[in-house]
């Protein structure tokens, strides 16, 4: 079962534009990551947001976090079409499950 | 520094026949991952390994066997390939020592295969 979902599974934006996409998840966790895989290729890992941690930076990312709405959004400020991949959460399950769960992910296409 | 290796990158089997994904790290990490990709169906965890002589079974474990040779490499063998296993695998480590880690994973290349 997928602990987190993305939303939405498709965004289109033109280059300079920002991008935000959103996961939201089901139980309790310990973090939540963000992930990109641009296409044929294998997952990189963006970064890791902790469940007492409200927003990280990264660059031109942001990651925020509402452990109340079991939500979390990331946003990519000043799009470029090298920003075109599809992105995705991972979260645990809390407790004493650590095994990281991944949602279907949202694909990005940025328009140059 | 290779990171995460997998071969092969592409493969066609047909039904009933067995193949051995290879997957090999050059972190010195403790966790390895097996996961399939479907179309608009994410990551689903197949097996995992904590640590070397140790594997788990994950959310999809049906029909496959892996095998954690020693602490760089972890093969994901399918005994009797069928049309379901079509997918894209993709092998995963990470710094974990207990296997249930939330450190990042980092991923392989992955491999691509068929099953007619």
């Known amino acids: 079962s997928q602990q987190g979902e993305e939303d939405p599974q498709a965004l289109s934006i033109q280059e300079g534009e920002n991008a935000t996409m959103n996961c939201s998840y089901k139980t309790s966790i310990n973090n939540l990551q963000w992930y990109r895989q641009n296409s044929g290729r294998g997952l990189v890992h963006l970064i890791l947001i902790r469940s007492n941690e409200r927003e990280k930076h990264s660059g031109r990312l942001r990651v925020t976090l509402d452990t109340s709405k079991k939500s979390s959004s990331l946003l990519i400020t000043a799009s470029r079409a090298a920003d075109t991949a599809s992105y995705f959460c991972?979260?645990?399950?809390?407790?004493?499950?650590?095994?990281?769960?991944f949602g279907r992910g949202t694909s990005l296409i940025v328009h140059p | 520094n290779a990171g995460v290796t997998q071969t092969p990158k592409f493969q066609v089997l047909k039904t009933g026949q067995s193949m051995t994904l290879q997957c090999a790290q050059d972190m010195n990490h403790n966790s390895m991952y097996w996961y399939r990709q479907d179309p608009g169906m994410g990551l689903r965890l197949i097996y995992y390994?904590?640590?070397?002589?140790?594997?788990d079974k994950g959310e999809v474990p049906n029909g496959y066997n892996v095998s954690r040779l020693n602490k760089r490499e972890f093969s994901l063998r399918l005994e009797s390939a069928a049309p379901s296993q079509t997918s894209v695998y993709f092998c995963a480590s990470n710094t974990g020592t207990s296997g249930r880690s939330t450190d990042t994973q980092y991923f392989g290349p992955g491999t691509r295969l068929t099953v007619l």
């Open positions: 390994s904590a640590s070397e002589g140790t594997t």
């Open positions: 991972a979260t645990d399950e809390g407790g004493g499950s650590y095994i990281p769960t």
